[in-house]
């Protein structure tokens, strides 16, 4: 499939009749900042799920928290 970006998936969801996605952190990615710039664009129609380290500081889930 082509390329899209969150403005063309927000157009896609509209177009069927979907309010709210969530995105789901992916294994290959190294960090979760991808979804966190993704639910930046829309966030009261986006959120996520991350994979954290069990290292991971309380500040950093406050952050991501925030962040949806």
Do not use: M, T
């Amino acid at each position: 499939p082509p390329d899209v970006d969150v403005q063309d998936y927000l157009h896609l969801l509209s177009a069927l009749g979907i309010d709210r996605a969530v995105f789901v952190h992916a294994a290959l990615y190294p960090d979760n900042e991808l979804i966190v710039d993704a639910i930046a664009l829309a966030p009261e129609r986006f959120r996520g799920i991350g994979v954290l380290p069990e290292s991971v500081e309380d500040r950093e889930l406050e952050r991501l928290h925030a962040a949806g």
